[in-house]
């Protein structure tokens, strides 16, 4: 077959060497520059070969390319896309039973390879632009390298790229595997630095670089933007200052005939200004460009582990990723790149784009290896091994919604799940709108969830659906009949309906509950999903007056992140067809500012607390054990201080704050039956504690401190075993008239800390027969003008003791 390519591209020097590889090798790594042609060269050169008797798979990362790249080799070859050269994209295909090179995104070929581990009829797979480290990618290139190993040693795998490290591949290819590399076409490009200006929108910068460019250098303009927003918004500007030139959009949502306004020159010569995202830093050539005006920045998916959701961030573009930008102005001849950055802060850059396996979701990468026939990703051959966090957790979530069993198997229900081409959450949901017969509608709003700008913009997904309803366009047409064969594919893998029609939005949250989310205030920005995580909403949506919404899709970062797509749920409908999703549960806390428990019945869905009231029947089992929680986190205050400090005292260690939490249930336990407050009374708590002691330590502790003082009138005074002053009681000193010896509790002389008949201090003392001899005389002039009824004799120690009056005393004695 003659090579369908341009007869002076560079890769053209490199094609014997890499034929001749692949006749010694299954394997081998193709390393070329960008515009060397290796994306239209290499699999026609390979076509011929004595190996070659079957189809040549090129998997590319992005849709408009592996078109491109088919009508490009068509275009040679004098044929239509679908002949000899053929693509399969997700909604647009071209191809037959003549097709011998077929172009297919990278999800395509995994769903390929996974139904036909075999390949049946492929002779050779090529990896094209492999240093994107798409997760499909890695993920495609593993499964082709585990049947070639196992079940085809004759299928040649072929890595390309421009800026892989080539022998990093080989070694992951095997001990055979050659390093072919090409040279490029070595244009002269030179790169201009505008820098950046913090203060002003990025859309508004890149406007100033294009004019300056437009002013500066004659050909086509390819401008990098991060995302579609900033691209619509350049775009309405730049109308506005060059209102009669060509100003093209390029992104996944621009339907392929518009793509391939972008990627050609002007019918009329005209110059034209592309806006571009990262669909054209790689893969494709712009026919005419010979300026590039990069904003510096890009937009990748990154998934939280935590949210367990994906969102879309803005990073700086890689220091590769601006190179491959640059490139861009250097294809066909000497180019110029307009940099909106700074030159001396270009280095701080990252050197690569971060693989893709180290952030996405890896839920659908674990369905198709368990399809694949294996629960451990470590198995297979990989660049850079799944991060094991992530496979838990993808783990995790497949097995909530069933698709995998205990042991990481697929179950019967997962294989349908992996059967439709979806992430696998919306594969479930179109798998149960099936079972009602909505399989249709459902899908509709799985394939609107993934495109962006089918049915115009708005975060609502049924005025989308009813907008996508009436437009005629190219890219919707291709996207309905997508819809229609993802439900038809669901209606027979579930058979026969066996469910009630519901609201579309209920089979999305069965599939996945996480994702319902309900409204925290009234204006309906502020939102908390089941998983816990918080959403913000324009409030100027027409979603915002509702209660509950089933989240399809956010951007921004893992704490109010913007939802983009939505649908209204209703709660009463969801509780009737999808029950199972709300727990209804008895739930007994701590009320602080009542010092109390408090029981109630709540209503949840995840994190959402649906409806709360009080409990008329709790368990009171589960309010015994709070509150012996709670007491015993406050034992100190539970327990009275005077039994503490005596047992200290008393050096009995059964009685310490550490030793009564230990041992809490047992005597604490049977106080708080019945109760909701921590009230006990300290005289049941004392006499509880003290029912715990053995008979030797509680022997010991009246022994050595005792808890009362025996007065020789009779009177029983408490002891006071806390503080600094320790042992110590307060007695009338009357009470201790006749007593001539300092009274001691074991060793220590009590401190007796005397009162007057109204009970007001007098003085304290450790030395009794001192004090009688000594300053009692004073206190005796002092009390006998304020108390001249009672005795205040001056020998105290020679008087009875009583507590009456001199007049009752002289009747009566003591």
């Known amino acids: 077959m003659s090579e369908a390519a341009d007869t002076d591209l560079p890769i053209r020097a490199a094609l014997p060497a890499l034929r001749d590889a692949l006749a010694r090798s299954n394997s081998a790594v193709l390393v070329a520059p960008p515009g060397a042609g290796k994306t239209t060269a290499v699999a026609p050169a390979l076509l011929d070969e004595a190996w070659c008797d079957g189809q040549i798979i090129v998997t590319s990362p992005r849709r408009v390319a592996a078109r491109a790249a088919a009508e490009r080799i068509a275009e040679v070859l004098g044929e239509k896309p679908g002949g000899t050269v053929g693509y399969l994209t997700r909604l647009d295909s071209r191809a037959s039973a003549r097709t011998r090179i077929l172009f297919v995104t990278e999800a395509i070929f995994v769903n390929r390879i996974v139904e036909d581990p075999e390949l049946d009829g492929v002779s050779a797979v090529l990896i094209d632009e492999a240093h994107e480290r798409h997760l499909d990618s890695d993920l495609g290139l593993a499964l082709a390298l585990e049947s070639q190993q196992v079940l085809r040693e004759d299928l040649r795998v072929l890595v390309m790229s421009a800026t892989i490290d080539g022998a990093r591949f080989a070694r992951l290819l095997g001990e055979s595997a050659e390093v072919i590399e090409s040279e490029g076409r070595a244009f002269p490009l030179r790169i201009e630095w505008l820098g950046s200006k913090a203060e002003q929108p990025v859309e508004e910068q890149v406007v100033a670089g294009i004019l300056t460019a437009w002013r500066d250098q004659p050909g086509d303009i390819l401008a990098f933007l991060p995302g579609v927003r900033e691209i619509e918004r350049t775009r309405e500007r730049l109308v506005e200052r060059l209102p009669d030139v060509p100003i093209l959009p390029l992104h996944g949502q621009v339907d392929p005939q518009a793509q391939r306004s972008a990627i050609r020159r002007d019918p009329d010569g005209r110059r034209r200004i592309v806006l571009a995202s990262a669909i054209a830093e790689t893969s494709l050539t712009l026919d005419g460009v010979s300026i590039v005006v990069d904003s510096g920045l890009s937009r990748r998916a990154e998934f939280h582990l935590a949210a367990g959701t994906t969102r879309l961030v803005t990073r700086r573009a890689s220091q590769a990723s601006a190179s491959q930008r640059a490139g861009r102005a250097a294809r066909q001849g000497p180019g110029v790149a307009y940099r909106l950055w700074e030159e001396g802060g270009h280095a701080g850059r990252p050197e690569f784009d971060p693989p893709e396996i ?46 995998l069993d205990g042991e990481g198997r697929i179950t019967q229900w997962g294989a349908k799940i992996a059967a439709l081409p979806l992430p696998p959450h919306l594969a479930a ?30 975060e609502d997904l049924l005025g989308r659906l009813a907008r996508w309803a009436t437009d005629r366009s190219a890219r919707s047409q291709s996207a309905r009949k997508l819809a229609q064969r993802w439900a038809k594919k669901a209606k027979e893998l579930v058979a026969t309906p066996d469910r009630q029609t519901c609201e579309p939005a209920l089979h999305l949250a069965r599939a996945a509950p996480d994702m319902i989310a309900k409204r925290r205030g009234p204006s309906g920005e502020d939102w908390l999903s089941a998983g816990g995580r918080g959403y913000r909403l324009d409030p100027a949506s027409p979603l915002a007056s509702a209660d509950y919404l089933l989240v399809a899709d956010a951007q921004g970062q893992a704490r109010g992140a913007r939802i ?17 999703l709300v727990e209804r549960k008895s739930i007994v806390r701590w009320n602080e500012a009542e010092q109390r428990v408090e029981a109630r019945i709540e209503r949840k869905l995840g994190a959402i607390s649906i409806a709360s009231g009080p409990d008329p029947s709790p368990d009171p089992q589960a309010i015994e054990a709070l509150l012996l929680e709670k007491a015993t986190a406050l034992i100190e205050d539970i327990v009275p201080k005077s039994l ?84 110590s009681v307060q007695v009338r000193a009357q009470a201790l008239f006749g007593l001539d010896s300092h009274p001691l509790i074991g060793t220590t002389p009590l401190l007796l800390k005397l009162t007057s008949p109204a009970g007001r201090p007098i003085q304290a003392t450790r030395d009794l027969p001192g004090f009688w001899r000594g300053s009692w005389a004073d206190v005796c002039k002092d009390m006998k003008g304020r108390y001249p009824k009672h005795r205040w004799p001056e020998r105290p120690w020679e008087e009875k003791p009583s507590l009456k009056t001199k007049n009752a005393f002289s009747k009566g004695g003591r």
């Open 358 to 403: 180290e952030q996405a979701d890896l839920a659908p990468l674990v369905l198709s290896l368990a399809q694949w026939g294996t629960s451990d990703p470590a198995s297979l051959p990989w660049l850079d091994s799944p991060p094991e966090p992530a496979v838990t957790v993808a783990r995790q979530r497949l097995q909530a919604m069933d698709a």
């Open 429 to 458: 949901a179109v798998l149960s709108a099936a079972r009602s017969g909505q399989a249709k509608e459902v899908a509709e709003l799985a394939l609107l969830a993934q495109e962006r700008g089918l049915g115009g913009r708005g």
């Open 564 to 580: 983009t797509s939505a649908l209204a749920l209703d709660l009463a409908t969801l509780e009737m067809h999808v029950p199972e």
């Open 644 to 727: 503490v400090a005596r047992a200290r005292f008393a050096e009995i260690d059964a009685l310490s704050h550490e030793a009564l939490q230990k041992t809490a249930e047992l005597w604490l336990a049977p106080l708080l039956q019945g109760k909701r407050t921590l009230s006990l009374g300290s005289s049941k708590v004392v006499d509880a504690i003290l029912a715990q002691l053995d008979w030797n330590d509680r022997q010991a502790l009246d022994r050595r401190a005792p808890r009362y003082f025996i007065s020789p009138a009779g009177t029983s005074h408490a002891i006071d075993y806390d503080g600094d002053d320790a042992p």
